[in-house]
């Protein structure tokens, strides 16, 4: 059995000299302690606090100056805030938030910064070793050309007739990043995938698909460029992520199969669920999107998940949740970690078989797609029917005998890209908000079948251009008169949310975004 | 088959509507279903001559557990109103605890005391494709709420009626007809325990 290992973030300033003469008194500071000395333990983001856990640590203690002590001013507060939304995280999921403990010493409080470490440990030991086994990857840097080649042919790449479709549909083009699916296909093909433009193209793409709708040679670009992030990762070129990894971060932990999340944890009691239900609720990461998030952009995207279950609820359908639901893992397929990818959708696959459901309800697009198209596509079939909750409640709703409080205001639609590349995709959305009887429903420019996406997928290569892609969204939200903004998708309430707090821009592009399925949910009823 | 028979194991039932609303057909079908699918009685009389040609239509059909003597309805359990003249000329004879059963857009039952049922029928068969299948849409309505006969039974008697290349089609009208019912149903339920807002 490994040993316990204990990662401690020491501040420079106040806790570190206090450890330092710890050292001189040669204490007996626990040997699992592992310290990192960091300039500030307000520079210790989210997703270096989680960092260590994904690697298998067992428990992690960020020490800092006292308050009012601190050299940068808010140091002690940015700790504070990380410590306590990284504990929300680790609860949900199921590694415990006592595993991450927050203090703060002077430097002559070396005694009780001892006492401090010997207590941590001592709980840690309580509560047990890490359920998280950092995954292996293999690497096979030599087999790498074969691969590409395989992928070009497996995506009919080398048909490309070099038209240029591709590049006038592209939403990264046309923001104006120097970005051209064409050109990048010919290079890879030309082997020149170690350069650097090369590899910064392949992680720069949407994967939005609007390409290869328009492409005369049915070219699968969104696949290849999947393929290839697959490739490069196995060569050891990391992915851009973003937010620090975080997001990857948390849904790599997910892959250790001897974690139990508590996914479910933060449902409030008025719902009705039922474990033997035939009828599942696959909820996805709103919730843990929100503790992430939640106090920068204020977003609740987990709103999402309790009115789609309040919507089953409405149609007398009880659903089971499982308790130990994991990620779907369409963020780490299309950041290109397949094994990964393929180790939850195993986990989850074993969750579904064990489940009394027959069929499974979702209210994320990207769930949907990544469990009936992609899940089956790598070879891990759910024999049970998956079912968009846009899908169940159009088919409900169309029996009649159901109506919606007519909902006030102009509205308009943002497609997320997710659902957009599915058969009824595009037309589902609109029959539903033609149903909830806005005062006005409007598509934007470059709306319905050429719609832009959010301006980001998969949480990796967040620009400027992205930046630019959000904030022309919404000035075409804007411009059709709309007060809401409809969307499907919790990552679309994110960016869009994140664009708006642009300094520049401010008032300009603020609008309110409200999720489809909230909406028909406040305003569906009985006839 | 939780059936709910009418008294006596009997229900009388009206259908009524313009001349080549396939009024007949779906009293045949009724009959039918209750005859050979649930094994119980029937009988069916219907009126036309002049009427086919536009004017009121109507069908009689008696559905029983035991023999019919006498096939005449003279006070309906269930009338099915598919025109405003059939619904007017009708409505009188509709017994008290009946049932009543119309087209929303063809009858307004105006100055009408007494609670029923509407489908828009006729708007449905149209989006279906084939404004003629409204009967079956009713049929499969009045399936629903009434449960006059089993909707297994009635499904076949569709089938085994309709021309032959257009079962599937009648089918999907029926369960249209058939699944709006039972909405109905809920929803009446529903309101009744106050139960019709999400989120209660």
């Given amino acids: 059995m490994k040993d316990y290992s204990i990662i401690l973030f020491l501040c420079s300033w106040g806790p570190h000299p206090a450890y330092q003469s710890l050292q001189d008194m040669a204490a007996d500071i626990p040997p699992e302690i592992k310290m990192v000395r960091i300039p500030c333990s307000g520079r210790i983001s989210k997703a270096l606090l989680f960092k260590p856990f994904e690697m298998g640590a067992d428990g992690v203690a960020l020490v800092g100056c006292k308050a009012g002590s601190c050299r940068y001013g808010a140091g002690t507060e940015s700790a504070r805030a990380n410590d306590e939304d990284t504990r929300r995280i680790l609860h949900l999921l199921g590694l415990g938030s006592e595993r991450l403990r927050l203090a703060n010493f002077m430097p002559e409080e070396a005694d009780a910064l001892l006492s401090f470490l010997k207590d941590f440990t001592a709980d840690i030991k309580r509560i047990g070793k890490s359920p998280v086994s950092p995954p292996q990857r293999s690497f096979g840097l030599n087999e790498t050309w074969d691969k590409v080649k395989e992928a070009v042919v497996r995506n009919n790449v080398f048909s490309c007739q070099d038209c240029g479709k591709c590049s006038s549909s592209c939403p990264l083009a046309i923001a104006g990043k120097p970005f051209s699916p064409r050109a990048l296909a010919a290079s890879i093909i030309s082997g020149a995938l170690s350069q650097q433009s090369v590899q910064e193209g392949i992680w720069a793409c949407l994967t939005c698909g609007l390409c290869s709708e328009r492409c005369p040679s049915m070219v699968d670009f969104p696949q290849f460029i999947r393929e290839m992030r697959a490739i490069l990762l196995s060569s050891q070129v990391p992915s851009p992520d973003v937010h620090g990894g975080f997001l990857q971060s948390f849904m790599r932990t997910m892959c250790s199969p001897d974690l139990h999340t508590r996914h479910w944890d933060w449902l409030c009691g008025d719902l009705r669920t039922d474990p033997q239900s035939k009828t599942l609720f696959f909820g996805g990461c709103a919730a843990y999107f929100d503790a992430f998030f939640g106090r920068h952009l204020k977003v609740n995207t987990a709103k999402m998940l309790t009115e789609g279950i309040r919507l089953l609820n409405f149609f007398d359908i009880s659903p089971a949740l499982l308790q130990d639901e994991r990620c779907c893992g369409h963020d780490l397929l299309w950041s290109g970690d397949v094994e990964s990818f393929l180790s939850l959708a195993r986990l989850n696959q074993e969750a579904f078989r064990s489940s009394a459901a027959e069929r499974i309800v979702t209210t994320c697009p990207e769930c949907y797609r990544t469990l009936s198209v992609d899940y089956p596509a790598y070879g891990i079939d759910i024999p049970m029917e998956i079912t968009l909750i846009h899908d169940l409640v159009e088919k409900e709703v169309d029996k009649g005998a159901v109506a919606f409080h007519p909902c006030k205001g102009n509205v308009t639609f943002l497609d997320p890209c997710r659902l957009r590349s599915m058969p009824e995709g595009k037309e589902l959305p609109r029959k539903l908000i033609s149903r909830l009887k806005p005062s006005a429903f409007k598509e934007m420019k470059q709306g319905g079948a050429v719609s832009d996406c959010c301006g980001n997928s998969a949480w990796i290569g967040c620009d400027s251009f992205s930046k630019a892609l959000q904030v022309t969204r919404l000035k075409q939200a804007r411009n059709t008169g709309a007060d809401i903004l409809i969307t499907a998708c919790p990552k679309c309430q994110i960016h869009l949310k994140c664009a708006m707090e642009d300094p520049f821009f401010g008032g300009d592009i603020e609008m309110e975004v409200k999720d489809l399925t909230t909406l028909l949910s406040e305003s569906i009823h009985w006839e | ?200």
């Fill in chain 2, 1 to 200: 088959m939780a059936n709910a028979r009418g008294e006596k194991g009997r229900s009388e039932i009206i259908l009524t509507g313009f001349g080549g609303q396939g009024i007949v057909l779906a009293g045949k079908i009724l009959g039918q279903a209750a005859a050979i699918g649930d094994n119980r009685e029937s009988t069916l009389v219907q009126s036309y001559g002049p009427e086919a040609r536009g004017g009121a239509c109507s069908a009689q059909v008696i559905i029983s557990d035991t023999a019919i003597h006498y096939p005449h309805v003279r006070r309906p359990d269930i009338l099915v109103c598919m025109s405003q003249a059939g619904f007017e000329k009708y409505i009188g004879e509709l017994s008290e605890a009946g049932t009543l059963l119309i087209d929303l857009d063809l009858v307004k039952p105006q100055g009408l005391g007494c609670e029923y049922f509407s489908i828009p029928s006729t708007r449905m068969a149209e989006e279906l494709g084939r404004k003629m299948m409204a009967n079956i849409i009713m049929l499969g309505f009045l399936v629903a709420v009434t449960k006059a006969v089993n909707p297994d039974s009635a499904r076949e008697a569709v089938s085994s009626s309709v021309p032959r290349g257009t079962q599937d089609k009648n089918i999907s009208a029926f369960n249209k007809g058939y699944d709006y019912g039972a909405a109905v149903l809920k929803a009446r339920h529903k309101k009744a325990h106050g139960e019709a807002e999400s989120g209660q």
